[in-house]
T-cell receptor
Framework: DVKVTQSSRYLVKRTGEKVFLECVQD?????MFWYRQDPGLGLRLIYF???????EKGDIPEGYSVSREKKERFSLILESASTNQTSMYLC???????????FGDGTRLSIL | GDSVTQMEGPVTLSEEAFLTINCTYT??????LFWYVQYPGEGLQLLLK?????DKGSNKGFEATYRKETTSFHLEKGSVQVSDSAVYFC????????????FGAGTRLFVKA
């Protein structure tokens, strides 16, 4: 069965820290995505990657960067965490454009 | 640009009631359409999909028909259960280019016993 694994379910960090969120998929999918989900705002796309070492900004990339050195792993980096980055972060992957996305269980990140 | 609009929630129903969650879309070309479900504390799961006009997606008693003439993809279930309580997202994805999936804002469903 399809599996997208996010490294942490819950994470608490301090303002100014560099934070890494890891995501691994076992389906050999080309495309991977990072979203944040906030009450009343739905899912907002932060970054996506359509191939190894390839990345594109989504709708809200400010304050974030990503890394995709291997096909199965897509990392989200908060360069200097701020309290407004407290949120639920969801990773997803899919085979190609019009195929459904497969999501991890999410990481609930709190920045204090 | 492409967009998805779904009915605002929350929707509260009694067990065994009929469910409809409306979804309409704006898109160029011929997108694929999806319904995802998110249970508390979890990520989104694909519920059903349809890839062309008049296709009907179905899963776990849920159905939705791709209506190009009304640009709609309404989710229906004949008899809901308490375990169906979740947030439901309508989404579209284009077959070529763009890479993005466009999600609706989500509709929260509460089912009472």
């Amino acid at each position: 069965d399809v599996k997208v694994t996010q490294s942490s379910r819950y994470l608490v960090k301090r303002t100014g820290e560099k934070v890494f969120l890891e995501c691994v998929q076992d389906m050999d999918h080309e495309n991977m995505f990072w979203y944040r989900q906030d009450p009343g705002l739905g899912l907002r796309l932060i970054y996506f990657s359509y191939d190894v070492k390839m990345k594109e900004k989504g709708d809200i990339p400010e304050g974030y960067s990503v890394s995709r050195e291997k096909k199965e792993r897509f990392s989200l980096i908060l360069e200097s965490a701020s309290t407004n980055q407290t949120s639920m972060y969801l990773c997803a992957s899919r085979w190609t454009d019009n195929q459904p996305q497969h999501f991890g269980d999410g990481t609930r990140l709190s920045i204090l | 640009g492409d967009s998805v609009t779904q009915m605002e929630g929350p929707v509260t129903l009694s067990e065994e009631a009929f469910l409809t969650i409306n979804c309409t879309y704006t898109a160029t070309g011929y997108p694929s359409l999806f319904w995802y479900v998110q249970y508390p504390g979890e990520g989104l799961q694909l519920l059903l999909k349809a890839t062309k006009a008049d296709d009907k997606g179905s899963n776990k008693g849920f159905e939705a028909t791709y209506r190009k003439e009304t640009t709609s993809f309404h989710l229906e279930k004949g008899s809901v259960q308490v375990s169906d309580s979740a947030v439901y997202f309508c989404a579209l994805s284009q077959a070529t280019g763009g890479f993005k999936t466009i999600f609706g804002a989500g509709t929260r469903l509460f089912v009472k016993a």
